[in-house]
């Protein structure tokens, strides 16, 4: 029996060795996944349920509920002020990350390549090597605050180069893609016929005042963009499994194939929920405030702990901390720590080949938690010495 190249060539992430891991210990406190520990709003939690007892548990279209489709468009012209056709530009998928799989798999044909800014969210490498492309990877450094330039992107497209994946507010870094980049990526894809796959499912977890823009607001982008965005880390809704695309009728069309032969359409109760938070836009300031604080405290822990440093992240819920005062790499920092201290996160390299020298922490636990491991990363260090 054998298993075809693309499975074998696919690995598990270092994100799920470290949170696998982490099982075995028994007082450890997890920040390795990007998974609140929050529970969405009663409403969402009651429309689900509502929807279970009701017997609303069948096949939707594949597209997804009209109603939700409605309800997002109406959040996006509200909240992006560009209008999408909920009938054919906007498809409900299996959380982003399927909306993120169906996109690739609608654009590249064998060897089409994809450009990739590390660090980056590692399942993007994956799905692209596991729709045959190619993954071309810029990779940007602590010193430039994590950005690429112009220059970076020009000469990274060939022209095989089918499309650009963006992720702002970006995990892990949390960097924020502003006005003037995102004037540059939308020329360079207009000018070049690229797609860019704009991952957003961060952006309403904005610190410190930042404000948000999206590619899909510049010029003739609405032909070029693939927006990708999800229920999850918003509403806090990871396991309910769902999310949506919204891109040009004819990329929804396609995806909308896709999905027919791949999950068929995004669970029923969980399309309910989402109809329940998308419908005001509202339901997701307790998340956000959360969050708010878990930054604010988990910014000033990390860096006044010596030997450590983490620029302050503008958005998500993650900080990628500096680790290069230490003589130890991410892998030998990470597992060190979780022996001697039952602290578990993740290393560097699980988001580019060349972060040997970052863990990310996602503050994913409550701030009782974070306090805690404060404490247990500054006895690490010290140990270190
Ligand atoms: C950058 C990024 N994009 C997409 C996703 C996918 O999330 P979901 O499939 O739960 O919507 C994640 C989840 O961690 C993420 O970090």
Partial sequence: MKF??????????LTRELFDKAKNYDNVIDLTL???????????????????IKGQTRYSANAGLPALREAICRCMKKEYQVSFEPNSEVIVTVGGMEALYLSLACILDEGDEVIIQAPYYVNYVQMVRMCGGV?????????????????????????????????SPCNPTGVVLGAEILDKIAEIARQNNL??????????????GCRYESIITRPGMKDHTI???????????????????????????????????VAACAPLPSQYAAIAAYNECVEDSFVYETFAKRHEYMVQAINSIEGLYCRRPEGAFYLFV???????????FAYKLLEAEQVAVVPGIAYGSEYHNYI????TQDLEQLKAAAARITRFMESLK
């Fill in 322 to 332: 500096n680790i290069s005062s230490t003589s130890l790499d991410c892998v030998e």
């Fill in 34 to 52: 990007g998974d609140p520990d929050i529970l969405p709003s009663e409403k969402i939690r009651k429309a689900a349920c509502d929807a279970v």
């Fill in 195 to 208: 797609f860019v796959i704009s991952d957003e499912v961060y952006r309403t977890l904005l610190y410190d």
């Fill in 360 to 363: 990310r922490i996602a503050y």
């Fill in 4 to 13: 075809a190249k693309r499975a074998q060539t696919i690995e598990h992430s």
């Fill in 227 to 261: 927006l990708i965005d999800s229920f999850s880390k918003r509403f806090a809704m990871t396991g309910y499994r769902v999310g949506y695309a919204a891109a040009s009728a004819d990329m929804v069309a396609n995806m909308a194939k896709m999905q027919e032969n």
């Fill in 135 to 167: 993954p071309v990877i810029i990779n940007t450094a602590e010193e430039s605050g994590f950005a690429f330039t112009e220059e970076q992107l020009k000469n990274a497209i060939t022209d095989r180069t089918a499309a650009i994946i963006i992720n």
